[in-house]
């Protein structure tokens, strides 16, 4: 009885004891991934970096990967989801703004015309950003972003945008996690718009969200300290920008970068040149069946200088529509 | 035989399993603090936060403790350390810089008269700073800080500036993360002047490093990215720019923040505030002898109106004559 009992003790203590022995052997880690060379490449960069004794190895606190979000690990088309929340943004402050009934871009947002809104280029997109993302404390906007990221549909799909994510590319995050990689998001998005919503959904802390960003401010209301939103930008954390954000927020440089267009072309570049082992990876939309197709002419998420440096330096290019099984989430079996 | 193997293997099973229990409930993890209110205090927030099942139990994920570094971890008197990095740099420049000789605050510097270097106040300073931690890449920076802090010795003591930290302070730091917190330093010093030594000596990676800091610029240098260091303000990381910092950096607000002056009054306003299980703690430099000792009038580190917030609030005060048993790592018997 004894016997049985410490038997039973030492084959509890042992699978206790090496749980991910057994599920690595034999469970692949990217099953939404085709035995395409992209997943290969993934997986030898990975052993590479992690295995004890690799000539490549790299101490855990200096695994940082980086990925930027907008058609990385979500989609971007029609337009970024960001301006969705902008228009929905505008037409909920409308009663409070009666002016921009007759003031571009607002009144073409209120028309329900995003083309002529958006015709005024950069200008206007950063008007209706600072009209939209400025003004609340803090706290008031994580609760706004928290309520449409609930509730707002994609639509073409009809579905959340949270739903429009890339089940690779999740698999993808959870794979680098397990092997000691701390991940970070660095994107041109906002990034009080994301921290409320990717901890959920990627597994990513706020912390670990590099974005653009609006100045804040801290004052006292009734007593109680507040950050107020400034209708002021602080830092755009694009192109020539990321490895920027990277060195404000992160400090060290990635040894693995993930993107998709050319904004994210410095980044990989910063990412690539560092010593030892590095990785660097562009997710090319080539799948207007399951999702879009477009590269070097597309005025969202161009890839065109960055397809040519992908090429000429060796970095891995996911062709969705090849290495992909699935794109999102909802199409698992 | 097998009875015997299995029984060394159960409890080997046991002891890797459980390896804390035994160590948590007879060592002390402060040991370097007196049993006085301080300590218990602490003890009392972290078993409260950290234990399941307790009414203010804090998933770990929100465990964000913050602290100030001049002050609260390492010594700041009769300066800021980063000031004597600040001289001792326009000394090691002055060859490149022939025309510092006739100008001011630099000549003052180059005679080794500080007081009349400082005499020009915040604009002088500034300039100093400028001139000296602009203008090189961030990774030059980086090793120009690691040489300077591995080899310069404080006036008074001797001692390297990494041996003046704190060693009740350094174990606060373990207990909290040996019980889900993530430490963060918010503290007013460049950035990019901490990041470089604060993993080895305080356990705390350059992503958790807050600071203030200079605008960085990325550019192509003979087919390589560098990030270049401008002589232009970015940040200033200090009063009512912590919890904007920590908005920036973190985007959630901590549970627990830790500083030693007026500078970090908002810091410690921002974080009780939030709900649930909050605490704020004052190091009040009260030993002469072993330390310095300065509060209310003090030009570096002055702690005035913290002193009363922290009374009127119920926050925690360590007086460090009383409730600290030593001051520096050196002192350990």
Redo the contacts between chains.
């Keep these: 009885m004894?016997?049985t009992k410490?038997?039973i003790?030492?084959l509890?203590?042992?699978i206790?004891?090496f749980p991910g022995i057994a599920a690595a052997q034999s469970a692949d880690p990217l099953p939404s991934w085709n035995d395409t060379a992209a997943k290969k490449t993934i997986k030898a960069f990975v052993e590479r970096v992690a295995k004890q004794g690799s000539p490549d190895f790299v101490p855990v606190?200096e695994r940082?990967a980086v990925f930027d979000n907008d058609g990385t690990l979500w989609s971007e088309q029609p337009m970024y989801f960001q301006a969705f929340f902008v228009f929905d943004r505008i037409k909920a402050l409308a009663p409070q703004h009666p002016e921009w009934k007759d003031k571009e871009p607002f009144a073409s947002v209120l028309n329900g015309d995003i083309n002529s809104a958006l015709a005024g280029g950069e200008h206007a997109l950063l008007e209706m950003a600072m009209a939209t993302h400025a003004g609340t404390t803090?706290e008031e906007f994580e609760k706004i972003v928290k309520d449409w990221i609930a509730t707002a549909k994609h639509p073409k799909t009809g579905r959340l945008y949270t739903e429009m994510v890339y089940q690779p590319m999740l698999e993808l995050l959870a794979y680098l996690r397990a092997n000691g990689f701390?991940t970070?998001i660095v994107s041109g998005g906002g990034?009080?718009f994301m921290?409320p919503w990717m901890?959920k959904v990627y597994g990513i802390?706020?912390?670990?969200?590099v974005g653009s960003?609006i100045k804040?401010?801290?004052e006292m209301r009734d007593g109680?300290?507040v950050?107020v939103r400034l209708p002021e930008l602080d830092f755009v954390d694009d192109g020539?920008?990321k490895?920027?954000g990277i060195?404000?927020?992160?400090?060290?440089r990635p040894i693995a970068a993930f993107g998709n267009s050319d904004g994210d072309l410095?980044m990989l570049?910063?990412t690539a040149?560092g010593p030892g082992a590095r990785f660097c990876l562009y997710v090319h939309h080539t799948d207007a069946e399951r999702e879009w197709a477009y590269d070097r002419k597309s005025g969202i998420g161009r890839l065109d200088k960055g397809l040519d440096d992908a090429k000429a330096k060796g970095w891995t290019v996911v062709d969705m529509r090849n290495d992909w099984k699935i794109i999102y989430p909802f199409q698992k079996k």
């Design positions: 004894r016997r410490l038997t003790l030492a509890i203590c042992a206790s004891l606190a940082i803090t701390k970070f990034i009080e921290r901890e802390p706020p912390e670990q969200v960003s804040t401010k801290f109680k300290p950050l020539a920008g490895p920027v060195q404000m927020h992160i400090g060290r410095q570049q910063w040149t």
